[in-house]
């Protein structure tokens, strides 16, 4: 370029052809939504996903990440704090307990007998030793803890549960407004340019949107969207499973040994799913242990993805849990809790 010559501006029309479009997408979404009654239906319960319930659930798993190991590890919600320290019933494993745990009727349930609780699962595949962590590093002392031994007890941690216990407070308080942040600006964008391929899950694609899970600081529970219809029955697996390892042994023994020093006492469940998790099953894990195994039987379970119940379901199997532990939650609810250690 010679000398004193101007640079050259970037052309203009590509920001142009950018706006054009920009403006025809939204004009045709805003007429699609209006006159097509499947698309409006679509659309509103998105939206309706895209929110909180009510102002006790936080945003716990979105496409942009997974916040509630950082809320509950680094002890940022002091309302989740105080009700994880009064439970006195916990229940711990990954997703699959998650979708099953239904406070519509867990709730009654345990007010009934005068008992609090608090679900204490997560995602990823989370095994016994975040739980086991939490329980320490928060100084938890329940009085029943109910594991749903599905390929649970293996002493290991979730690839995100090693990140967690890498990070700082500073980094999960970042983390968690950065997911927030970015959900809200995806809602607002949904509104106007919905991802409708996405969304719909179009034959062919192999797109389908991922689930929104809203955390509730009063139980733990999950508020989950979208939540499809169950299409899929199945028939639940051998509870024997394969032969005890000896890193499942170790863990499980670990895992109980911790809770006898807290007073609390164990006891072993398993949620319905068509693939049930690698290693032993429920009934070898309550024989090591000598712990009680309830079992809650759904006739004709159904699941929407092939691993986690669905919405019926999950109430059903909800509603058959509580049955099994209604001896044990009234001999809680005759005692009283014992003073908390200074």
């Known amino acids: 370029m010679p000398a004193g010559a ?4 970037p052309p203009l029309y590509p920001l142009a052809v950018f706006l054009v479009a920009l403006l025809l997408a939204t004009a045709i979404t805003v007429l699609a939504v209006d006159t097509q009654p499947a698309l409006r239906a679509a659309a509103a319960a998105v939206a ?7 102002d006790d659930h936080y945003l716990a798993n979105d496409v942009g990440g997974q916040v509630d190991h950082h809320v509950l590890w680094f002890d940022i919600d002091p309302v989740v704090a105080r009700r994880l320290r009064e439970a006195d019933v916990l229940f711990v494993g990954h997703s699959r307990l998650m979708f099953a745990l239904r406070p519509d009727v867990l709730r009654p349930f345990f007010a009934r007998h005068g008992v609090s609780y608090y679900a204490m699962g997560f995602g990823f595949r989370e095994h016994d030793r975040f739980p086991l962590q939490l329980i320490r590093r928060l100084d938890l002392r329940p009085r029943l803890v109910v594991a749903n031994a599905d390929g649970f007890f293996t002493g290991g941690l979730s690839p ?23 959900h809200r600006v995806r809602g607002v964008v949904q509104h106007v340019l919905p991802n409708w391929f996405q ?16 955390r509730s600081r009063f139980d733990g529970t999950w508020q989950i969207s979208p939540w499809p219809e169950g299409t899929q029955g199945f028939k ?8 005890l390892s000896r890193g499942e042994i170790l863990a499980a023994r670990t895992f109980k040994s911790e809770l006898d020093a807290r007073g609390a006492r164990l006891v072993l469940t398993r949620v319905p799913s068509p693939e049930p998790m690698p290693g032993a099953g429920p009934a070898r894990l309550a024989e090591l242990l000598a712990v009680p195994l309830v079992l809650a039987d759904v006739p004709g379970p159904t699941t929407y993805d092939n691993s986690h119940l669905s919405e019926g379901s999950a109430h059903d199997w909800s509603a058959a849990l509580v049955g099994t532990l209604e001896p044990l939650v009234a001999e809680l609810a005759a005692r009283p809790r014992p003073p908390a250690t200074p």
């Open 48 to 54: 309706q996903g895209e929110r909180p319930p009510d």
């Open 199 to 214: 969304m719909l899950g179009l034959p062919g694609l192999g797109v389908r949107r991922a689930f929104v899970s809203y």
């Open 6 to 9: 101007k640079k050259p501006r």
């Open 160 to 182: 995100w549960a090693e990140q967690v216990n890498r990070d700082t407070a500073f980094a999960a308080r970042k983390l968690r407004w950065e997911a927030e942040a970015a």
């Open 236 to 243: 639940d697996g051998d509870y024997e499973g394969a032969p």
